[in-house]
C-alpha cells in the first residue's frame, strides 16, 4: 500500500503580534513589542501550503485557536462581560491580556507527537498533544489542540488520540519539536527519535545554565509509552546544555531528520557518537541505512544557526530518492549558511536542492518552516480516513486566502489587542472558517 508524510501545516491565527513571551527564544525577545502583520503572516504560511501541493507534496492544514483567550483570563479572575474581562486585563495585567492573544498555536510542530501505524503496537496512528508547559501562553493551547486534532483524525479505527501529559515541569513536553522518525519508507515500521533537554528525576543528567530546558526525558519516554512503541523502535538523546543556552530551544532549531537522513549541528546533541550508532542499528534491525550529515561549527556556528533557521527546515523525500531542503529567507541572507548550502547541494550527496521561502513573519517570533508544520505519516487508507476538509487543494487555497483578505488586519500593537472588537472580528473569522474546513464545533465559543 502506498504512503506518504502529510505536512499539515498551522494557518496562522488573526491575533498574531509580538509579545516577546518566549524567554530563551531569541527572536521572540529581540522582537518583542514591534508591530506585526497577521494578514502578511497568514499569507506567507499559506504561499508555502501551496508551493508544496503544487511539488506534489500531500498538505493539510490545522486550524488556529480562539485568540483572545477570554476563558483563560476569567480563570485568572477577570470578571463581567467579554469587553470588560478584557479591558480590566488591559489595565492591569497587560502582559496576561497579552499571552491569552498570542497566535502561538500557529507553530504546530509543537501542537501533538505522532506515531504513525507501523509503529504502534494497537496498528492505529497516535496522537499526543503537547502540555507545552514551559510557557504559559503555550500551556493554554492543549484543549483546543486536542478537539481540533480530534475533528481531523475523527475515525477511531485508525486514530487514537491522547490528552496532553499532567500540566507539571516535570511532565514538560513540546510535541513533534524534539521528536524525530527515521524510516526506510513512511509506511514500514520505523525508529523514533526522543530529544529531551533534561531529566526531571535523575540528576546525572546536566541541565542548562541559563535558559529553561522544556522538554524532560520523562515527558518522552511517557509519550512513547502512551503510543505503544516498542524499545526497538525508540531511541533518546538529549540535547546539549549548552547549545540551549545560547538559545535553541527546540530540537528543531538545530537539527532535522527525514527518512533515512539524519541533518544536524555537530554541537546539538551530547552523545553524539553513541547516539548514532544506536540510531544507525536499530534502523538496519527494520531494514533501513542510516546516514547523517554533520554540519561543523567551523562552517556554520550555532549563532548561525539560530539566527538563520538552517536547521528549522523541512527535508522532503523527492520521487527519485533524493532529498529537498525548505529554508527561510533568512538562510539566503546568512553568508555562511547560504555557503554551506551550495556546497551541501553541489556535492552530490542525499540533499540535492533547496527552496526558499518568506516567512519573516513567522520567523521573527521564532518560527521557520519546520515549526509551522506536523507531519504525520499516513497509508493510503488513512489518508482517506482524514477529515478531508483539512487537505489542501487549490480550491481550499482560493477559499483561505479570500478568508485571511477579508477578516484579518495588516497591523497589530500591544494597544490593538486591547480593543473588544478584535474578539468579535476574530471570532466572526474562526467561525466561518470552522465551516471552510468542515471541523464542526472545536472552539469555547462555539461550545458554551
Ligand atoms: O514556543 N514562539 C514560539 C516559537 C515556537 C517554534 N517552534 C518550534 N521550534 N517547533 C515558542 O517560543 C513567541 C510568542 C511571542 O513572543 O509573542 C513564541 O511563542
Not at 119 to 143: M, Q, W
Request: proline share 4%.
Amino acid at each position: 500500500m502506498k504512503s506518504y508524510e502529510v505536512n499539515f501545516d498551522g494557518l496562522v491565527g488573526p491575533t498574531h503580534n509580538y509579545g516577546g513571551l518566549s524567554y530563551g527564544n531569541v527572536a521572540s525577545q529581540s522582537n518583542s513589542q514591534q508591530s506585526s502583520n497577521p494578514k502578511e503572516a497568514a499569507l506567507q504560511g499559506l504561499a508555502k501550503m501551496k508551493a508544496l501541493m503544487d511539488m506534489g507534496f500531500q498538505q493539510g492544514v490545522l486550524a488556529p485557536q480562539e485568540r483572545p483567550d477570554v476563558a483563560a483570563l476569567r480563570r485568572l479572575g477577570f470578571a463581567g462581560s467579554d469587553a470588560q474581562v478584557i479591558q480590566q486585563a488591559a489595565k492591569e495585567a497587560m502582559p496576561l491580556l497579552v499571552a491569552s492573544c498570542s497566535a502561538s498555536s500557529m507553530w504546530v510542530a509543537n501542537a501533538a507527537t505522532v506515531s504513525p501505524s507501523a509503529d504502534t503496537a494497537d496498528g492505529r496512528v497516535h496522537f499526543t498533544a503537547a502540555n507545552l508547559n514551559c510557557k504559559y501562553h503555550r500551556s493554554i493551547e492543549h484543549p483546543t489542540t486536542s478537539r481540533v486534532l480530534g475533528a481531523m483524525f475523527a475515525n477511531q479505527q485508525h486514530f487514537a488520540h491522547h490528552a496532553a501529559l499532567p500540566a507539571v515541569a516535570q511532565f514538560g513536553d513540546e510535541g513533534a519539536a524534539n521528536h524525530t522518525r527515521f524510516c526506510r519508507a513512511y509506511g514500514e515500521a520505523g525508529v523514533e527519535f526522543f530529544v529531551f533537554g533534561r531529566s526531571a528525576f535523575d540528576t546525572r543528567y546536566p541541565a542548562p545554565q541559563k535558559y529553561p530546558a522544556r522538554q524532560t526525558l520523562e515527558a518522552s519516554q511517557a509519550v512513547a509509552r502512551l503510543h505503544g512503541l516498542r524499545e526497538e523502535g525508540v531511541v533518546y538523546a538529549q540535547q546539549n546544555p549548552s547549545v540551549i543556552d545560547q538559545g535553541v530551544f527546540h530540537n528543531d532549531v538545530i537539527a532535522v531528520g527525514n527518512g533515512e537522513v539524519l541533518f544536524y549541528h555537530e554541537d546539538a546533541f551530547l552523545e553524539t557518537n553513541k547516539m548514532l550508532a544506536e540510531l544507525s542499528s536499530k534502523l538496519a534491525k527494520v531494514g533501513g541505512k542510516f546516514q547523517s550529515v554533520c554540519v561543523p561549527r567551523s562552517a556554520v556556528t550555532v549563532d548561525d544557526a539560530v539566527r538563520s533557521y538552517l536547521f528549522n527546515s523541512q527535508l522532503l523525500s523527492r520521487p527519485d530518492g533524493s532529498m529537498l531542503l525548505i529554508v527561510p529567507e533568512e538562510c539566503r541572507s546568512n553568508e555562511r549558511v547560504w555557503h554551506y548550502l551550495q556546497g551541501l547541494t553541489g556535492a552530490g550527496g542525499v540533499i540535492r536542492e533547496v527552496k526558499v521561502f518568506d516567512l519573516k513573519q513567522s520567523m521573527q517570533n521564532g518560527g521557520g518552516p519546520a515549526c509551522l508544520r506536523l507531519r504525520v505519516a499516513l497509508n493510503e487508507t488513512e489518508l482517506a480516513a482524514v477529515n478531508p476538509g483539512v487537505i489542501m487543494t487549490a480550491p481550499l487555497y482560493d477559499s483561505l486566502t479570500q478568508w485571511v483578505e477579508r477578516h484579518y488586519r495588516d497591523r497589530m500593537t500591544e494597544n490593538d489587542l486591547a480593543d473588544p472588537q478584535l474578539l468579535l472580528e476574530c471570532r466572526a473569522a474562526l467561525d466561518e472558517l470552522t465551516q471552510i474546513l468542515k471541523l464542526g464545533a472545536v472552539y469555547p465559543f462555539q461550545i458554551n
